[in-house]
């Protein structure tokens, strides 16, 4: 398992002739019930793969509404443990989706990075993004997430020159992370036609699928980013349809699933619509 | 990890290449920053070995900041004290009124130095503002300074001298709205106009080379004091005494006599309404090991890791964490680290104007606040050197509140 079902999902995804949607959730927001409900649901509502981000007090390259998230999250409880126990909660009942933690490196640093990579291999996690964490400082986290056969998934951004994605790439496995602005999450919106080349070079310098987050909120645009990368992740949007269906007193699973098959959708069609690219 | 306790031959030695002190400090940031932090690194190395740099810095510390600074005989404290001679080295008559415009000259001529066209900056207690905003308006660069909403309200009148000094001032609502969450915000802006923004770090913390660099561009206090030690005393002091937030005061005075064996190295940390309520803010005696802002040190943090809220009267220390070179300092033994409450800062505050006719600030109170358990465990031959590292001008209303008085 582990990096075998992120591989596994991505030559599906390939035969099928469609890109992914990475679908990014919050674990513990707004609460773990909840939180878990909607994990839960986020395979039947069509994505692909779950990014499940664990809360950090100090998140320095979120934009608000994940800045919020977080805040809910810890609000309600949330820790790391309880995020690896949700994990295991979910792998009961989806053996098959990839799970890729996402946040940042004091929570790791805290639990010991071996003793972190253990954990979330038991759990049934596949892959971790972290942060602040740059390849300079990555050897440590890799070594003990190889152990475990975990994938580490460095992030490539539009900073990121030839050499450095060839750097990112050797410590990357299951799919490679494209952010497709400079800035933070959920704030500037991406632009398909400036991503592409830059989705080019990052599947140049590792051969792995590409996916694309950080400013991506709505249907139209992960159909554009979708025909010219392997994956499309959206999270701001997401965890914003959380906050206003708390603000508006209505059921958080129900709203924010059915923005993910809104979402899921245009991804599917990106490629039917336009069978040329 | 290293043992703790490996002793180096030479402790001036480090960062090393990869901007770790022992375990401590590093490169912790996004990617997106990684490149720019790599090129900041490659222009401080350029500019740091080239004399035309140099010599322009070192005119301005003189004829602009006003260096170098007294180092004064307190006589009557010592007296008070009754042990070792103290001195204090005079930061809080710099221009701008702390040690921190000796970093603000530095970084601004590097920023120039890089093509940079826009400068953000993050402060606590409003003196990296006021120095960062006051270099600004020297070189006619826009400047936005982030400073936590709880810290714009208790340092009104810093924030009105950087808006009259042209700066932008964002205050920052998220997390505890102080010093962290400014930082928070400044790492975000940057992250988000990577291209023109220089971010002028005002503390001896963060991403490599920060913490190198601004103990460079600080330890000129060190020099001076060691000199003027020298010719005073025709000898070294037995100590030096700083208070400790992100220490950027500190290393400045302590780098010069890190291979200096004989001198003890006392850092004072804001031990807010006592260690034991847990509401205070020194990363060292109270904190351990973690990652935040870029690099590895001393940090607040519950079980899990997440940040806890520093507390202090003062806005400048009211940090959760410190910087990287003294968690290394204090592994390997070569500094101690004390701690002072509010209530003894308070109470040193109003013992130097008494004694001495001069307000510190709350945070170098800390400092003073431990200074007579320091001149007499020296003793009365010894010497020890106090920098006293800002003015306590901006510090009335907060003193005032706390001695239960309207001004």
């Known amino acids: 398992m582990t990096k075998a079902r992120i591989d596994v999902r991505f030559a599906a995804l390939k035969a099928e002739n469609r890109a992914a949607f990475v679908a990014y959730i919050m674990a513990g927001d707004p609460d773990y019930d909840r939180g878990l409900e909607i994990l839960k649901g986020l395979p039947a509502a069509g994505a692909d793969l779950i990014e499940v981000g664990f809360p950090f007090s100090d998140p320095m390259a979120e934009g608000p509404p994940i800045q919020r998230a977080a805040l809910r999250a810890l609000d309600s409880g949330m820790t790391l443990s309880k995020t690896l126990a949700m994990i295991a909660e979910f792998r009961k009942g989806d053996q098959t989706t990839p799970i890729i933690l996402m946040g940042y490196a004091n929570p790791l640093v805290n639990r010991g990075f071996v003793a972190f990579a253990q954990d979330a291999a038991a759990a049934g996690a596949d892959g971790l993004i972290v942060v602040d964490i740059p390849p300079e400082e990555a050897d440590p986290l890799a070594d003990a997430l190889d152990a475990e056969n975990l994938s580490l998934l460095l992030l490539s951004t539009p900073t990121s020159d030839d050499a450095r994605l060839k750097v990112i790439a050797r410590r990357t496995s299951g799919f490679a992370y494209y952010v497709s602005v400079a800035g933070v999450t959920g704030v500037k919106e991406a632009d398909a036609a400036a991503v592409a080349p830059h989705v080019a070079r990052v599947r140049a310098a590792g051969g792995l699928p590409v996916c694309v987050g950080f400013g991506i909120k709505t249907p139209e645009r992960a159909e554009a980013v979708a025909r010219v990368a392997d994956g499309v992740v959206v999270g701001s949007a997401l965890v914003e349809e959380i906050a206003a269906s708390l603000a508006m007193n209505e059921t958080v699973t129900t709203r924010v699933l059915s923005k993910v098959e809104s979402l899921a959708k245009a991804v599917r069609l990106a490629r039917v619509a336009s069978p040329t690219v | ?407």
């Open chain 2, 1 to 407: 990890m290293n043992a703790p306790s490996a002793k180096p031959n030479d402790y001036a030695a480090y960062p090393d290449a990869n901007g770790r002190f022992g375990d401590y400090g590093g490169r912790y940031v996004p990617e997106t920053l990684m490149p720019l932090v790599h090129e900041l690194d490659a222009a401080y190395s350029a500019a740091k070995a080239d004399p035309a740099f140099q010599a322009e810095l070192s005119g301005l510390l003189t004829h602009y900041v006003g260096r170098p600074s007294p180092l004064y005989l307190a006589e009557r404290l010592t007296e008070h004290f009754g042990g070792a001679k103290i001195y204090l080295k005079r930061e809080e008559l710099n221009h701008t009124g702390s040690h921190k415009i000796n970093n603000c000259i530095g970084q601004i001529l590097l920023a120039r130095r890089m093509g940079k066209t826009r400068i953000i900056a993050e402060t606590g207690a409003g003196q990296h503002g006021v120095a960062s905003a006051t270099v600004c308006a020297k070189y006619g660069l826009p400047c936005v300074v982030y400073m936590g909403a709880v810290d714009v309200e208790r340092q009104k009148p810093n924030v009105f001298r950087m808006n009259l000094l042209g700066a932008r001032v964002e205050a920052v609502t998220s997390g505890s709205a102080t010093l962290k969450d400014a930082m928070n915000e400044a790492l975000r802006d940057w992250v988000t106009n990577v291209h023109d923004t220089y971010y002028l770090i005002g503390t001896a913390a963060g991403m490599h080379p920060y913490p190198a660099m601004v103990r460079d561009f600080q330890s000129v206090i060190g020099l001076e004091t060691k000199a003027q030690v020298m010719e005073a005393e025709g000898r070294l002091p037995d100590a030096v005494v700083a208070c400790v937030g992100g220490g950027s005061n500190a290393i400045g005075m302590f780098h010069p006599f890190l291979n200096d064996e004989s001198v003890k190295l006392i850092g004072v940390e804001a031990a807010g309404e006592g260690m034991e309520t847990g509401r205070h803010a020194a990363a060292i005696n109270g904190g351990r090991p973690g990652v935040l802002h870029g690099n590895m040190t001393y940090l607040l943090q519950d079980p899990e890791g997440q940040i806890t809220e520093a507390h202090s009267i003062s806005a400048g220390l009211d940090y959760p964490g410190i910087g990287p070179e003294h968690s290394w300092l204090h592994d390997v033994g070569r500094a101690t680290y004390l701690t002072a409450t509010d209530l003894e800062s308070l109470d040193a505050f109003k013992l130097l104007a008494e004694l001495e006719g001069i307000l510190p600030a709350i945070e170098s109170a800390h400092a003073i606040a431990r200074l007579g358990d320091v001149a007499r465990d020296v003793g009365k031959d010894g010497i020890v050197v106090l920098n006293l590292s800002g003015r306590g001008d901006k510090d009335v209303a907060t003193v005032a509140a706390h001695l239960g008085m309207a001004i």
